[in-house]
Antibody, heavy 120, light 108 residues
Framework: QVQLVQSGAEGKKPGSSVKVSCKAS????????VSWVRQAPGQGLEWMGG????????NYAQKFQDRLTITADASSNTVYMELSSLRSDDTAVFYC?????????????WGQGTMVTVSS | EFVLTQSPGTLSLSPGERATLSCRAS???????LAWYQQKPGQAPRLLIY???TRATGIPDRFSGSGSGTDFTLTISRLEPEDFAVYYC?????????FGGGTKVEIK
């Protein structure tokens, strides 16, 4: 059973960047796309973008297009999310999530979440 | 962008009661590409239903999904203590993926 294991909590200054990792444990990503979902404190879920680790092709929500980079290292079964030009309202829990079926973006497996706090 | 509106915002019920949660889409959801998630405090969301009505692996049959077009429903037939949580709908009919604002099911 594949599990997604994310890197630990981060504290960042406004204007800096953060890079969060998501590693598949107990298996591989195979052909499944992996997405990143953001959740600000007390708020709902927001899809940021996704990538197919096998092909390395990423797609982004327009809101994050200019400052989000999602990459994958298939050899280590790891996907990365890098968000730049951080602002205080980027403070959130970031989740990686794998689709339940190939080419079917309902998210059946989730990482444990990574808290990113942006504060001066 | 596809907007999903969930109602009610909060549902106050007792264990054993039936819960009916609504998700309305701003446009028709093609191929019933709609999912439901449960989220408890401090935890990641858990997929309950996809394809509007297919239960995900390991989800009890007291959870059921229905609907088509723009109106979808998640029903919990008899609330168990562990079902009190926040529930989100999500569409993947048209990019970008979008989520509803959530319905909190709380103990009355």
């Amino acid at each position: 059973q594949v599990q997604l294991v994310q890197s630990g909590a981060e504290g960042k200054k406004p204007g800096s960047s953060v890079k969060v990792s998501c590693k598949a444990s107990g298996g591989t990503f195979s052909s499944y796309e992996v997405s990143w979902v953001r959740q600000a404190p007390g708020q709902g879920l927001e899809w940021m973008g996704g990538i197919n680790p096998m092909f390395g092709t990423a797609n982004y929500a327009q809101k994050f297009q200019d400052r989000l980079t999602i990459t994958a290292d298939a050899s280590s079964n790891t996907v990365y999310m890098e968000l730049s030009s951080l602002r205080s309202d980027d403070t959130a829990v970031f989740y990686c999530a794998r689709e339940v079926l190939v080419h079917y973006p309902a998210f059946g497996i989730w990482g444990q979440g990574t808290m990113v706090t942006v504060s001066s | 962008e596809f907007v999903l509106t969930q109602s009610p915002g909060t549902l106050s019920l007792s264990p054993g009661e039936r819960a009916t949660l609504s998700c309305r889409a701003s446009q028709s959801v093609t191929s019933n590409y709609l999912a439901w998630y449960q989220q408890k405090p401090g935890q990641a969301p858990r997929l309950l239903i996809y394809g509007a009505s297919t239960r995900a692996t390991g989800i009890p049959d007291r959870f059921s999904g229905s609907g088509s077009g723009t109106d979808f429903t998640l029903t919990i037939s008899r609330l168990e203590p562990e079902d009190f949580a926040v529930y989100y709908c999500q569409q993947y009919s048209r990019p970008p993926v979008t989520f509803g604002g959530g319905t909190k099911v709380e103990i009355k």
